[in-house]
């Protein structure tokens, strides 16, 4: 799945990212065409107008409404993330095993390379590892709300990487 300029973020959202205290994100993040309201929990320090800093994010955070040239950034960057998703949702799930894999309720797995389908809301209540060789790929498929309990960890193991992860 190639994600354009949308790898440049470790999440990237049109709707909205929120946390709780004591999250640590490795990476950028940005929400887009809404405005950086649409972050939430993270206390941002706004940088230079053009992006914020927060104590749980070890990257920058942007926001639509920042000062040029984030909003056209961001632009492509969401056109990109919509290219890619239409890609991964398009790809077939072969494994019946796969479709709504313990109802949705996740924690204390090992997912291996693949395609995992869900109908369900998925709740990540415990570590969850991805196992892997740097080339494997995951592919996450849902169109219900998907959250990760807080304190969990998401654990690549094997050699996976995170650029091969897609939710």
């Known amino acids: 799945v190639d994600l354009g300029t949308a790898g440049n973020y470790v999440i ?4 909205g990212i929120s946390t709780v205290p004591d999250s640590t994100i490795t990476g950028d993040i940005a929400v887009s065409p809404i405005t950086s309201t649409a ?3 993270f206390s941002e320090t706004n940088a230079d107008g053009t ?3 927060s104590d749980q994010v070890s990257g920058f955070l942007y926001g639509a409404d920042y000062l040029d040239p984030t909003p056209g950034i961001l632009t492509t960057s969401v056109s990109d993330m919509e290219t890619a998703y239409a890609d991964a949702a398009s790809r077939p799930n072969p494994d019946a095993a796969r479709i709504n894999l313990k109802g949705g309720l996740l924690g204390g797995d090992t997912m291996t390379p693949g395609v995992y389908t869900f109908e369900v809301e998925v709740k990540i209540d415990d570590d969850i590892t991805f196992c892997g060789s740097h080339k494997d790929v995951f592919i996450i498929q849902t169109t ?6 807080p304190n969990k960890k998401v654990i690549l193991a094997c050699g996976a990487k995170a650029e091969n992860i897609f939710w």
Do not use: W
Not at 12 to 15: D, M, T, V, W
Not at 144 to 149: A, D, E, F, G, M
């Open 12 to 15: 990237l959202a049109k709707s």
């Open 39 to 41: 972050m939430t929990g």
């Open 51 to 53: 992006a914020a800093t």
């Open 144 to 149: 219900k709300p998907l959250s990760l309990s």
